[in-house]
């Protein structure tokens, strides 16, 4: 794994959210739309080590034709009611709540941690639609610690990458409406010379 390269912007050790007034919307079309706020969090490169070293990372494997391949990444999984690995992860997924409240109807309730270690680490094109996602509108809030990688997002039934977006050192992003039904997304492989990047995403419950 390489070492992950400190961000000129983020040279304090203090781990602090800021408000998310200022989130952004992009409209995709068929009702999806993402919500971005890039430096949310402050003290991102102090939140990667500690999470990096703290969570109980699981490589898995997954059947593929007569193959047996390990997932490209290291995940964890945080259910509804377990403790989370940083104090700050709570304050992020109760302040996510409030926001979206009226829009969502119901909190946030779990947590997916993902670790790509270097640019050979990814996740295929794909919608969250295990349980209720696959026929209802939800919210998928990420943040980002690390080295950035690209988040991009194309129309489920063909076309092109629709958006291409750069998430690390305390980025925010939100997929929303229709997002996880009619869009896909995807990290994909990079030959640059990456650090090692963790995903926080969001879910709730009963969305995988
Ligand atoms: O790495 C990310 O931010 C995306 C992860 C993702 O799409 C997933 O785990 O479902
Ligand atoms: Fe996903």
Redo the contacts with the bound molecule.
């Keep these: 794994m390489h070492a992950l390269q400190g961000s000129l912007f983020d040279q304090t050790d203090e781990i602090r959210l800021g408000p998310l007034s200022p989130l952004e919307r992009t409209e995709l079309g068929a009702g999806a739309w993402v919500d971005r706020l890039p430096g949310w969090l402050t003290g991102a490169d102090a939140l990667f080590e500690h999470l990096a070293a703290e969570v109980p990372w699981r490589a898995e494997r997954r059947q593929m034709y007569e193959r047996e391949v390990e997932v490209p990444r290291l995940l964890a999984f945080y259910g509804a009611g377990d403790p989370l690995p940083h104090p700050v992860l709570t304050e992020a997924r109760e302040a996510l709540s409030r926001h979206y409240a009226p829009e969502l109807g119901e909190p946030f309730v779990t947590a997916g941690l993902c670790l790509y270690r270097d640019g050979r680490d990814s ?1 295929a094109w ?3 639609r295990h349980g209720r996602s696959a026929t209802e509108d939800t919210l ?1 809030a990420i943040l980002s610690v690390g080295d950035p990688r690209d988040l991009v997002l194309r129309p489920r039934d063909g076309g092109p990458t629709l958006l291409r977006l750069p998430l690390g050192h305390g980025d925010l992003v939100v997929m929303g409406g229709s997002c996880q039904r009619t869009m896909e ?1 995807a990290v994909p492989k990079t030959a640059r010379a990456v650090g090692p990047r963790i995903s926080v ?1 969001f879910r709730t419950r009963g969305v995988l």
Aim: glycine residues 14%; aromatic residues 0%.
């Design positions: 996740v794909h919608g969250d998928v997304h995403q």
